[in-house]
């Protein structure tokens, strides 16, 4: 799971509205994709009774993700069953609640304990149907921003919430583990991403202010912090890893910003350039990140580039598994879209009849979740409600019926 990862960006929610103003042609999806593309078909996964919904993560056969409910009250997590073709409501901790991230039978995601008050993590087990507070670090507050097999990583505040350090949360012991800061336990960190044993993030310094951070990378079974350093400037950030491999992003020594990788087995660094200063994320070899206007790939193996799409408007990945990359283009309008990264496949994701999709994550089956606006209610407007969906490409086994058994 990546949050990046993980809410979408501004320009996507106010795309993805209704009433997003009438349909222009410029604004639709061109009709043709890259070679190499796959066609998909959408499902509407419907809500739980209220007028919008929104799917944030998938594995497996499980979709996961946040809808209204009836009367439009509150938004409550849910998790969407591809084979039964089924929503379940996951209840809250007490007000509104967000899936955001699923593992086999693992849940996570966010709840307010009241509405106005503090936001703590859950976590929901599918076998027992249980809906757990995963608590925090003495604060008032938890944000989880990954999961990973049964390792779940976030950040919390401490006793009085003037200070937050990064945390791993352990789904089968059940508990939290301060992974404390490069400044010490009065020094500030967050956790970014988690893979095996290691969770990735960025943290304050001693004797430095406080906005400037290393990126790290904790080992869960050392019980060890390792400060990444930079690529010769003052500041780093960690904000994904794959295996041994930590991207993210370095000021250098003439006080530029880059896209790095770093090797946890030789301490060897790579500097990406500038086409990979935000949104680093990972998968093996393969790197994905963005300058702000375009997405890129990179290959740490043949040290290629390649710029995802055509190049129109204004690309962002969300997920990049294997070689394959989901994320958002913005043209002026928003249109999810699925990337080869080995190919150059490029590939616009339909609408539920409106005009502008969104996609969050993709499984090994290469089915795809996120959202789709329906059809508008009149001829002034481009969208209806946006409502979760998925994504199936026709070369799944069992056709483009959803069953990815």
Known sequence: MRIPLRAWSLAAAALLVAGAGPVQAADTPPSGSAAGAVQYAVQDLGT?????????????????????IRGDTAEHAFAYDLRSRTMTDLGTLGH?????????????GESELTADGPTHGFAYDMRTRRLVDIGTLGGSSTDITDLSGDMVAGTSSL?????????????????????????????NSTAAAVSGVTVVGSSSLPDTPARTTHGFA????????????????SSSTANDVSGSTVVGQ????????????YDLRTGMRTDLGSRFLKGQLI???TVVGGDGLLASTYDLTTHVSAVIGSGRGVTEARQVSGNLVVGDNFAPNSFGFVARADNGGFTYLPSLGGLNSSAAQANRFGVVAGSAALPPADQTSANGPVHAALWVPQTVAGGTDGDTR
């Not at 993560?57 to 209204?68: E, P, Q, W």
């Not at 509104?96 to 996570?108: K, L, P, W």
């Not at 370095?250 to 990788?261: I, P």
């Open 48 to 68: 739980l009774g209220g007028t919008r919904s929104k799917a944030t993560a998938i594995d497996g056969n499980t979709a996961v993700g946040s809808s209204l």
């Open 96 to 108: 509104s609640s967000r899936a955001t991230g699923v593992a086999g039978d693992h849940i996570v």
């Open 159 to 187: 006793p009085g919430d003037a200070v937050t350090h990064a945390f791993a949360y352990s789904l089968r012991t059940g508990t939290m583990t301060d992974l404390g800061s490069l400044a010490g336990p009065s020094g």
């Open 218 to 233: 904790y080992n869960l079974r050392t019980r060890t912090m390792t400060d990444l350093g930079t690529l010769g400037g």
């Open 250 to 261: 370095s000021r250098t020594a003439d006080s530029r910003l880059t896209g790095y990788a």
């Open 283 to 285: 998968s093996g070899s």
